[in-house]
Nanobody
């Protein structure tokens, strides 16, 4: 019953912005710490951002610190990732999940940053 649907990715030039969304269902969204992850071919899954149940505790990985903003809207069961000043090294497939991640993963949304 758990469903995670990521959207909002696309092709952008360096310095551009995207806002990713994660629509969740099948669990108590408001009671869970939520994460954004990203993965490129041949590389480990990377945790990029985390937000606590009440939205007060937020953490970012060093490569995205100061450029990305994670947020949540519990009324819509939706997690967001605002990505600004994108760099080519941000190119990846982006996924959302709980912390720790459960077994059900969505399809992800692809972000390509290229000139």
């Amino acid at each position: 019953q758990v469903q995670l649907v990521e959207s909002g990715g696309g092709l952008v030039t360096p310095g551009g912005s995207l806002r990713l969304s994660c629509a969740a269902s099948g669990f108590t969204f408001s009671a869970k710490t939520l994460n954004w992850y990203r993965q490129t071919p041949g590389r480990q899954l990377e945790l990029v951002a985390s937000i606590s149940e009440d939205g007060e505790r937020i953490n970012y990985s060093p490569p995205v610190m100061g450029r990305f903003t994670i947020s949540r809207d519990d009324s819509k069961n939706t997690l967001y990732l605002q990505m600004n000043r994108l760099k080519p090294e941000d190119t990846a497939n982006y996924f959302c999940n709980t912390n720790p991640p459960r077994d059900s993963w969505g399809q992800g949304t692809q972000v390509i940053v290229s000139s």
